[in-house]
């Protein structure tokens, strides 16, 4: 009888911070183990991670890696750290940028690599890599495969049949292991639910990209870095168009690297040069390819945009290409960069004038043909927010009213039991925040940080035996500055006449209380307030 569990510890119910874990008898495989970036700026927070305290050691830990994208392998060091035992599989692509990450954290391990034709066993199942088509090579989604249950598992895809440079979604091999399992269920991305017809392709953008480079204009595109198809066409045209191309920005380059290494792409085959010899060219001759799509503070995109990039002055014989779409929460940085174009009257061409920009993922179009391919008997939205994950339980009620759905959050997942799944539950625990070095920070000390911004600080001294006080303050207005000699006399009163015989604790937190209270007289609010006596 087969023996399984599945559930989600990150990433359903949010976007990122992926690991979600097949469970049988004497195994843990955990899909992915990604980050999450915050929603907004969050105090310097680096990233979130799912939480992975409720693994069971007792069984033998398998990671399994279905592609390279952040929100998947990002938090790959944390895992190995926690549990270095956890034997790790991986396509080749994710290896090289797996391997630099872990490099970074001085962790030496060695990993497997898988193709389409591997095969992994977790007793009596065998875990069937497919190859599908996404943003980034090399991505994979598998059938976890017994005779009596067949799960396909694929977080991130869309259903490309006529991709650049690489094969089409593999649904073939699906159906085949499908056919052999008396069930099956299918597991898969919520992001695009909500958009109707089909994902455009890689392939798609070509001509479109083709006329914007063939003019006669200093071109900039900025893009996904990790998008090396999409880099690659654009390597392709700058041939093709007799011009010259050049990457700025260290995660392009990163990226770059890292594809050369996987063979995905030779630059010698281009005409790429570096971007210091670009004074030796016509700035007409010129593609730039940057980072900053999003908007990003460090970007290339903005520096560039701001005047802050050496040899670079934008006019308005350029034209500046967002290949690309900003991600929700984005839009206001993005549309900066759109307003300081402007004001240097270049040419902005973006998704919505022309068709540039691709998505990774499914619209409803795409999982309507391969669910028309497949026919699971059972169905979990993944990779989506709760919104979404309802969205898409809807769709297939409309659309497949013979699919059974199930809908599944963080630390909620099945086990499959005579023909069919019932739910089983887990302690939901938050994700952990990553700050600074790749530290832990506890929530107490982010909402410590929010009062820090947003109310500033008073920090007292008061020195017992000469009776000096020194007020400093930050983060508060100047104005506020001129009533300092007046808090220093009402700390002065506080602290040596009127609790003089006090003890010192009950003494400060008088100091501190009046402080605090002068403040918001003045100020409306209260600013933290530390008072120190020496
Ligand atoms: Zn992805």
């Known amino acids: 009888m087969s023996n399984l569990k599945i559930y989600p510890f990150g990433g359903v119910g949010e976007i990122g911070s992926n690991m979600t874990i097949f469970e049988t008898s004497k195994h843990i495989v955990i899909i992915d183990y990604g980050i999450l970036f915050p929603y907004e700026d969050f105090f310097d927070i680096n990233y979130l991670i799912a939480d992975s305290s409720q693994l069971d050691t007792n069984k033998e830990l398998t990671l399994f890696i279905t592609h390279g994208h952040e929100d998947h392998i990002g938090a790959i060091s944390h895992l190995l750290t926690e549990y270095p035992q956890i034997k790790v599989i991986s396509p080749s692509f994710a290896s090289i940028l797996i391997k630099a990450k872990l490099e970074r954290r001085k962790i030496n391990r060695k990993l497997t690599l898988y193709d389409e034709n591997s095969q ?28 009596e249950i067949s799960t396909l598992f694929i977080s991130d895809f869309k259903f490309d049949l006529n991709p650049s440079f690489e094969d089409i979604f593999n649904y073939k091999k699906i159906q085949k292991l499908f056919a052999s399992s008396k069930k099956s269920l299918a597991m898969l991305d919520s992001t695009n639910i909500l958009n109707p017809g089909k994902t455009l392709s890689e392939s798609d953008l070509i001509e479109h990209l083709d006329q914007l480079i063939a003019n006669k204009k200093r071109t900039f595109v900025t893009m996904f870095s990790s998008n090396i198809y999409r880099l690659k066409n654009l390597l392709e045209l700058a041939k093709k168009n007799k011009k010259k191309i050049t990457t700025i920005g260290r995660s392009l380059n990163f990226y770059l690297e890292c594809a050369q290494e996987a063979k995905l792409l030779s630059l010698e085959d281009y005409p790429y040069i570096e971007f210091d010899a670009i004074q030796n060219y016509s700035s007409t001759d010129i593609i730039y390819v940057v980072t900053g799509s999003q908007g990003e503070h460090l970007g290339a995109a903005r520096r560039i945009i701001k005047g802050d990039q050496k040899n670079i002055n934008l006019n308005e014989d350029d034209q500046f290409i967002f290949s690309s779409k900003p991600i929700p929460g984005n839009e206001k940085k993005v549309y900066q960069l759109y307003n300081l174009l402007a004001q240097k009257n270049v040419s902005i061409i973006d998704y919505k004038t022309h068709t540039i920009h691709a998505s990774g993922h499914p619209c409803q179009e795409d999982l309507k043909q391969l669910l028309e391919h497949i026919s699971p008997d059972f169905y979990i939205p993944i990779h989506g927010e709760t919104y979404f994950l309802r969205k898409h339980i809807d769709f297939i009620h409309h659309h497949f009213s013979q699919i059974e759905t199930i809908y599944l959050n963080n630390f909620q997942g099945v086990e499959f039991k005579n023909d069919t799944f019932r739910l089983i539950n887990f302690s939901p625990i938050d994700p952990h925040i990553i700050h600074g070095n790749d530290l832990i920070i506890e929530r107490e000390k982010i909402s410590e940080r929010r009062k820090i911004a947003n109310n500033g600080i008073i920090f007292i001294t008061l020195n017992h035996k000469s009776q000096h006080i020194e007020i400093t303050t930050k983060g508060l207005p100047t104005e506020f500055d001129s009533s300092l000699l007046k808090l220093k006399d009402l700390a002065d009163y506080c602290a040596f006449v009127e609790n003089k015989k006090r003890d010192h604790d009950y003494t400060i937190e008088q100091v501190r209380i009046k402080t605090r209270t002068f403040a918001k007289s003045i100020l409306g609010y209260k600013p933290i307030t530390l008072v120190h006596m020496v």
């Open 120 to 147: 992994f066993e977790f007793d009596e199942f065998t875990l069937h890599p497919v190859h599908v088509t996404h943003s980034i090579p090399e991505t994979f989604g598998f059938v976890f495969h017994s005779k």
